[in-house]
């Protein structure tokens, strides 16, 4: 039971240049959330989804689109990248159990864009 | 819209100090709250949490009580490690089934704890 994994770990990438971060969890867990981390600003959400087929934007949606065309998995994509993307990334799953959302998240993927 | 406040850091704090982190927030009705961990270089863990009002959560020789009145989830620990040195998230989700589980999180507290 790995939980949830994170591809890649580390990247670097030009300015303009396009990516695709891929999360994948073992829990088989209907939610998936993707967060960037700043300093000084916690994390904040990206892009979520409820369900296999279903996304919806977070609070700092712009400049990413996702895909959840698999339950496991859930893909943040950047178009063209920019230095303000510049960031690690955090993917998480979670289940409603008892009332309860605990979300459980990858080791994160630091991206640099020069 | 909600939010969650934590106290500024850094804390730095001998081994065997009692260690408060502040955390409050502002919500509509009864939301969740968490305490997250990161340890350097890895992702975040879940520490403890509260569902309701005058909930105590406890896990590892860390605590916070939910108290509705203050709006606030204090993290306390009687006696830190040099091993409990890592960034603290204070967090929420807003109670009911739309929030789907979406979190706020405050900006973080780093700890180091000397020997």
């Known amino acids: 039971n790995a939980g949830v994994t994170q591809t890649p770990k580390f990247r670097v990438l030009k300015t303009g240049q396009s990516m695709t971060l891929l999360c994948a969890q073992d829990?088989?867990?209907?939610?998936m959330y993707w967060y960037r981390q700043d300093p000084g600003m916690g994390l904040r959400l990206i892009h979520y989804?409820?369900?296999?087929?279903?996304?919806a934007k977070g609070e700092v949606p712009d400049g990413y689109n996702v895909s959840r065309l698999k339950k496991q998995n859930f893909l943040l994509g950047l178009e063209s990248a920019a230095p303000s993307q510049t960031s690690v990334y955090f993917c998480?799953?979670?289940?409603?159990?008892?009332?309860?959302?605990?979300?459980?998240f990858g080791p994160g993927t630091r991206l640099t864009v020069t | 819209g909600n939010s969650v406040t934590q106290m500024e850091g850094p804390v730095t704090l001998s081994e065997e100090a009692f260690l408060t982190i502040n955390c409050t927030y502002t919500?509509?009705?009864?939301?969740?709250l968490f305490w997250y961990v990161q340890y350097p270089g890895e992702g975040l863990q879940l520490l403890l949490k509260?569902?309701?009002?005058?909930d105590k959560g406890s896990n590892k020789g860390f605590e916070a009580t939910y108290r509705k009145e203050t709006t606030s989830f204090h993290l306390e620990k009687g006696s830190v490690q040099v091993s409990d040195s890592a960034v603290y998230f204070c967090?929420?989700?807003?109670?009911?089934?739309?929030?789907?589980?979406?979190?706020?999180f405050g900006q973080g507290t780093i700890l180091t704890v000397h020997p």
């Open positions: 998480a799953s979670s289940q409603l159990a008892g009332g309860l959302y605990e979300q459980y």
């Open positions: 829990m088989n867990h209907e939610y």
């Open positions: 989804s409820v369900g296999e087929g279903t996304t």
């Open positions: 919500a509509t009705g009864y939301p969740s």
């Open positions: 509260a569902t309701k009002a005058d």
């Open positions: 967090a929420l989700t807003s109670a009911g089934g739309t929030s789907y589980g979406k979190l706020t």
